[in-house]
Structure formats: C-alpha cells, structure tokens
C-alpha cells in the first residue's frame, strides 16, 4: 500500500533532544533530514523551531506536500491534535492544539499520532508484517497474515495494534496502549517498570552489584557480549527479565488482537538477549482451580530470529478434513500460530512510515 504512489507527506521524529524533519515519498526518505534542537521549556520557541524545520524541508522538495503527519510522545487527543502534559516538555502544560496550529500556519492537513500506533503501522505495512507474508509466499505456503501489534523499547514501553490494515486507535486514542499494564513481577507497579531504559540499569545494579551511575543500556550490551569490563552474566540476566516482563504483557495483548508480534526500539539492539526472556514467557502456563494447567496463547508462538523456529512456522500450512458423508474436503487450520521478530527497519524508520501511510489512508477517506 501506498509503494508507488507520489504524494510527498513531511515527517517528524520528535525527540526530547532534537528534532528531525523529513519527507516521505512511496516509502522512501527523499531529503536529507533536518536536525534542530528541540525546545522543551518555551511554547512559543518550541512553536517557531516546528515552523523552521517544517519550511527548511519544504524548501528541498520539488513538489508540494500533501499533509504533515508525525508522532509526538506522551498523552494526547490525537485526533482533534491537542498535545497533553507531556513530562519531556513542560511547554505542552495544560494542553496545546499543535496540530490546528500546523494546519493554520501551513495550509495542509495535519496529523499527529502515538509513535507506538505509528510504529505498529509501519511494521504491518512495510515491515514485518510483509516481511513474513513474502517468505510465506516463497515456501509454497498458503497461509497468509493480517494482524500486528508494534511493540517499542526504549525509554518507555510503547505498542501498537493493526488488524486487518486499519489501525486501532480506539475510542479514547489509548488503544493498543501496554506500558500501564499490570507488571508480571510487581503487580502493584506498571509494566513499564520493569521494561525500559531504567529496568535495564536497575536489575544490572541489583544483579551485579555495582554502581550504574554511567552506565547506559548499550554498555551493559557491551558487558553481556564480554566487550566491556562487567558482570556478564547479570548483564544478559537483566535484558532477559526487561523479556520476561514484556512477554507478559505482549501475552495479553495477543488474546485480543491474535497477529504476529513486531519488536523495535533502541532496546531492541540487545534482541538476542531479550527475546529469550519474550519467548519464555510466550510459552507459559495458567491453571485452574481443579489443577488443570493451559497454555497461556491459544497459538503457538515462534521466534522469527531463531531460524530453526523460522522455518518450522513457515512450514505450518492449512490442512483438510472430509466433510461427513461426502468426497468434498474442507480447509483446516489445525495448527494456530504466530510468530514473533525483531523489527529490519528500526523504530525511527517504521514510525515515519507509519506516519506517511496514516496521513494519505486518512486522506484517502
């Protein structure tokens, strides 16, 4: 969707540090990006460096734009475009309509969204939701999917659903919303507790023992991989718990939305330790009263990584059963499945593509 088509929609990667305006044509970046620093604390600087970046890209683009479509952190009534209290950028309190004001000063249709949401259009429709749906394809397997939910980590814990195209927003612009899940570990602390930046430091320090003052997430990769002086071993343990915790969530999420599951953010560099810990918890078990045990997803899940289990879901097609009295078969899908994989894009990329096809589906409407 959207491959060939030459409508151009201006992009932003809005980060606490820095800004970075785009622009997006048939899936592709077609200007080299421009950085300003962000200004969290001033409305009206904030409002000027959106307008001067806006511009500067308009200014290398040979045609004329369609809409701004973007993602920008934290709680928001995405579809009037009113910012909320974001904790990163105090400027926000109290609520601005950023998106009428983009509008008014640009003469476009504007649209603003979760990066999560965006991040999760990204992956169904250029990501790895095609990804799979094509080695399908090439395996001689009939099996197709429609479903993804987008999980980021990184800061926080972010995430995504799209069934069938369509992305969830729901009612209240919250759907597909994980990080205020109840935490595996804590039950009385939200997920994101325990899947973010700060949970990596913090089971480090606890496991190890050390000081984590300076440390960031990719030093303590650095340490699990031995490259960097460290507790190795608490190193890998603390990636596979931040797993752990967001496979139980995702676990959740999966008894709504059933689709495959796509994994990114600037956690997810350290994926051969965290999905271990996703996958561990994929395969876990509920019980009953009665002492009956369940296994927790009605579908088997599989790690897209793991090219053993790769091959093993690409091979699982329909069956066929009789129908009684007759000669005629009837398909059967005996065996349910998904799988789940690390993002090829990259968190920044799957939400710019997002945020384009969200603008020209909605424009298309």
């Known amino acids: 969707m959207f491959k060939t088509d030459n409508r151009i929609v201006l992009t932003l990667d809005a980060g606490g540090t820095n800004f970075v ?24 600087g904030c409002l000027d460096t959106l307008r001067k970046g806006f511009r500067l890209v308009m200014k290398k683009l040979n045609d004329t734009p369609v809409a701004i479509s973007f993602a920008f952190p934290g709680p928001a009534d995405y579809e ?7 904790p990163n950028f105090p400027a926000f309190r109290g609520g601005v309509a950023l998106g009428p004001y983009l509008q008014g000063v640009f003469r476009m249709p504007v649209f603003i969204n979760n990066d999560g949401n965006l991040f999760a259009y990204g992956e169904a429709l250029a990501g790895l939701l095609p990804e799979v749906n094509a080695a399908l394809e090439e395996a001689g397997n009939a099996r197709r999917y429609r479903n993804l939910i987008g999980i980021t980590l990184g800061t926080g814990f972010g995430g995504g659903v799209v069934i069938d195209g369509t992305l ?23 997920a994101e507790e325990s899947v973010s930046i700060r949970a990596v430091r913090r089971v480090y320090a606890e496991l190890s023992g050390e000081a984590v003052d300076e ?13 960097k002086p460290g507790n190795a071993e608490a190193a890998r343990q603390s990636f596979q718990e931040l797993g752990m915790m967001a496979g139980e969530a995702i676990a959740a999420a999966l008894d709504i939305a059933d689709g495959i ?85 990259g968190a920044s990329t799957s939400i710019m593509y997002g945020a384009y096809a ?4 909605e424009l298309d409407k």
């Open 21 to 44: 305006f785009s622009a997006i044509q048939g899936y592709k970046e077609i200007v080299e990006p421009i950085r300003l620093s962000a200004v969290a604390d001033d409305i009206e």
């Open 80 to 86: 009037h475009g009113v910012i909320g209290d974001l």
């Open 168 to 190: 969830l927003r729901g009612d209240n612009g919250c759907g597909g919303d994980v990080w205020c899940m109840r935490n595996r570990k804590y039950p009385e602390l939200i």
């Open 215 to 227: 440390l960031t997430p990719y030093d303590i990769f650095l340490i699990a991989e031995a490259q």
């Open 261 to 345: 599951v796509s994994i990114g953010g600037g956690l997810a560099g350290a994926g051969k330790y965290i999905m271990p810990g996703v996958m561990e918890a994929l395969h876990g078990s509920v019980g009953t009263f009665a002492g009956s045990r369940f296994p927790i997803l009605q579908m088997e899940t599989y790690n897209w990584e793991d090219p053993a289990d790769r091959q093993w879901f690409l091979s699982l097609g329909m069956d066929s059963v009789i129908v009684p009295r007759t000669a005629t078969a009837a398909p059967y899908l005996r065996q349910r499945s998904i799988c789940v994989g690390l993002s090829k894009n």
């Open 358 to 361: 969200y603008a020209l589906n």
